[in-house]
């Protein structure tokens, strides 16, 4: 069985607070007066019934044999056993002179009050509505039964089960709405935790979406210009075979340096994949690794300065930075004919500024095709996913800025 483990616990704690409410009244009893036989019968038979709840409280294997009854079988032997216990067997057990009626019923007021808790926190108003009468149906029988009709205790008894039934309703009213509350709260919790669950479920898909895009465009731009240069010189190759071995011999060489060439940017792509240099060295150190081994066999002069006393920031943020500057810095291997690099990153004002700068040709970013030429299309997505913003000052001959702030 499922059990609901707030009753349980909710039972322990009101069972607790009732015996040290009855250590305490016992106590000043006994040291102020020497209460009579019936007193000490209330006392221990209480005590008993209160031991019992306290015990089922903690017996899992009873709980889980009475499965979904055990908590209606609870509220039934909670009311019933003090109402039995305190107004009927007593009555057999001792003579007059008894208590008046109320007096006696009072006696199981704590124990029904529990039960009236365990009620409103698990059923509705309606379930509350029917404890109460059927505790004054039943009390309002036992005080008719022993009390005759012209008695004036009659009145004062009849009163006491009225002004215990309406405050019954009061007190169960008020935890009724409040669990009514609690309960669509946890119904809005938890619809807004599947809305949000499902929202961040999109934004992975999307991002994966995005990247396989990306890596796809990357790989088709590189194995397309390598493949087709290579078409064209193993074609030229073929016609110079015959006729003039010494070209076709140029051709297979330069066939040869193509297919190197595209297999070393290929493996470059693939090996970017995964980024190990981000989760080995961390971003600053990764991003200058990148950078130089990038510019190795480029010509082009690196400038760099990055900052080594970066805060640490979160992996989608340390994850665009550095992709954003893998993407920059290979464009300008790749297409600027620069002859200066520069890298920077640095954190101020609560934000982390990538810079790239290079000397070389630039373009007109108006008119050229940033999704196929040079990546920029990725970069920008990257960026948005992580509420960044990207800044590219590019002109014609005056080399090219990338700015990445977030």
Known sequence: MQKDNDIVKL???AVVIWLAYFVLSASIDYTLKNPGPIEEYCYIVNFIIACFMLVISFWSWFQNKL??????????LISILPIVANQIILRFLFQPPLPPPEALFSRSVPFLLIALLLIAWQYRWQHILIFNVAVAAVNVAIILTVVPRDNPALSAALFAVLVQVFTFLVVGFFISVMM???RNQRLSLEEANKKLTNYAQTL?????SRERNRIAQELHDTLNHTLSGLSV???AMKAYWDIDPATARQRLDKSLTAARSGLEETRRVLMALRARPLEELGLAQAIRQMAEEAVTHS?????MAIAD???PLLPDTEQCIFRVAQEAITNVIKHAKAQKLTVRLEFKDNRAVLTVQDNGTGFDIGSTNTGKTFGLLGMKERVEFVKGKLN???????GTTVQLTI
Do not use: Y
């Not at 499965?67 to 039934?76: S, T």
């Not at 992975?204 to 994966?208: F, G, K, P």
């Not at 010509?299 to 400038?303: E, N, P, S, V, Y």
């Open 392 to 398: 590219i000052i590019t002109h014609i001959g005056d």
């Open 180 to 182: 009514g509350w609690l």
């Open 233 to 235: 010189q193993l074609e």
């Open 299 to 303: 010509g082009i002069a690196l400038d």
């Open 204 to 208: 992975e898909d999307l991002a994966i």
């Open 11 to 13: 039972l322990r704690v």
């Open 67 to 76: 499965g979904k009854i055990f908590l209606p079988l609870l509220i039934l």
């Open 309 to 311: 006393n970066m805060p």
